[in-house]
């Protein structure tokens, strides 16, 4: 009985409610308050600023300019890795070709934006240092998140073929947004390369497994990110260094 009771007095406060109740006029007010609650947030932000309070600005450092790696010890930065680093008469090598203090390998993706600005950096420190230092690129394509960056690998594989790894390697960094197998063909075209052996090597199972080659490499190195550097010096234990670092800690890497 009390349970019935109960129910019929909860049904009675609902027709009430309902009754006296305009929806309109609820939603207006809801409207009104929200915009008075932002209002007077606004003239507490304004009166605060203008009492003469200091508001700090997020700072945020450009990469162009610095780097966080280069404000840490350097055993932070790098771990050491076990694996080796294989070299045949495919491996694509610049730079120093003897008498070389260490050697810089790349595990390049060509869809990686840090790797595009990473690259060109690279390049040209070997550049200026071509009696002391030996330069190896090899390929590392993240292909769950770049699906084009294994198919540039095989074509900057097929250009290396016809001995312009490099020079084709900048111009997959500049079409960086555009790569397909058209762009593929128009670098190799643009380079003057043989266009029907380029072709053909585009669909060259080899090729292929030199890329996943590569990556098995990468992976016993203990690789899992772009863009990365590995340091190898005779006798010494690999290094790896995970993240873009600029020219002036490539410059400390030699001193050191």
């Known amino acids: 009985m009390d349970r019935n009771k109960d129910n019929i ?19 207006v007010i809801g409207v009104v308050a929200g915009i008075s609650i932002m209002t007077m947030s606004g003239i507490a ?8 309070a200091d508001i700090q600005p997020l700072e945020v450092t450009p990469l162009e300019s610095s780097h966080d790696l280069l404000e840490e010890p350097r055993s932070t930065l790098t771990q050491t890795t076990e694996g080796d680093i294989t070299i045949t008469d495919d491996t694509h090598i610049s730079g120093a070709v003897e008498d070389y203090s ?47 960056a294994k198919s540039a690998a095989i074509a900057a594989e ?61 992976l016993e190195l203990g690789i899992t990110s772009q863009p990365n550097l590995v340091i190898w010096r005779e006798g010494e234990e690999l290094e790896l260094i995970d993240g873009y670092v600029n020219t002036e800690y490539l410059e400390s890497i030699i001193v050191n």
Do not use: M, W
């Not at 406060?13 to 929806?23: K, M, R, W």
């Not at 932000?45 to 003469?52: A, C, N, Q, R």
């Not at 060509?110 to 200026?128: D, G, I, Q, S, W």
């Open 9 to 27: 007095q909860d049904g009675v406060e609902e027709l009430y409610f309902s009754e006296h109740t305009n929806p309109r006029l609820t939603f």
């Open 45 to 52: 932000f304004f009166s605060y600023t203008l009492s003469g």
């Open 102 to 148: 260490v050697t810089l390998v790349r595990y390049v993706d060509y869809e990686c934006l840090f790797c595009k600005k990473f690259f060109p950096t690279l390049r040209e420190f070997v550049a200026t240092r071509n009696d002391t230092v030996r330069y190896i690129v090899k390929h590392y394509p993240l292909t769950q998140i770049h699906p084009q």
């Open 158 to 218: 097929c250009a290396g073929e016809q001995d312009t790894f490099l020079e084709y390697s900048d111009k997959l960094f500049e079409k960086q947004s555009e790569l397909s197998t058209a762009v593929y063909l128009d670098i190799a075209t643009e380079l003057e390369l043989d266009i029907d052996v380029f072709g053909a090597c585009l669909d060259n199972p080899t090729i292929e497994q030199r890329v996943e080659n590569d990556v098995a490499e990468a």
